[in-house]
């Protein structure tokens, strides 16, 4: 599920939506949504423990790289294949990658932009 949140950009005229990301569980991911990484998570048995029992340690981190937007295109849990912005596949494990999923028409208009971006150029040149 995507929420939406009014958000006053400038006057009456111009006031826009503002949609948000929602974390998605696995079982609920489907062919053909817009989705990033919202987080990725790290696991390790460190090599000595106070308790003397190997303990699993897990760290939940926001992605370091830049956000891509990606499209999901096949899925058998827990691997999901994505189609990225240029066209290419990339296949996540979303046990180690937390995936929320994007409004449509945001994801359609920036994936629009990134594939052309002389309209970026236009776009930050009429400002």
Partial sequence: MVLHAP???GDDM???KTSLASLLAPEDIRRGQYVAVLNEIEQWYPCCSSSGKPEL???RSVPTDEIELLQVFEICLPFVT???ADGSLLTLDVRRHE???L???YARRVIRRLRNPRTIKRS???N
Avoid: T
């Fill in 103 to 105: 409004d449509d028409g």
């Fill in 7 to 9: 958000a006053d950009v």
């Fill in 99 to 101: 995936l929320a999923r």
């Fill in 124 to 126: 930050r040149d009429n």
């Fill in 57 to 59: 340690f897990s760290v």
């Fill in 82 to 84: 994505v189609r990225k």
């Fill in 14 to 16: 111009n006031r826009k």
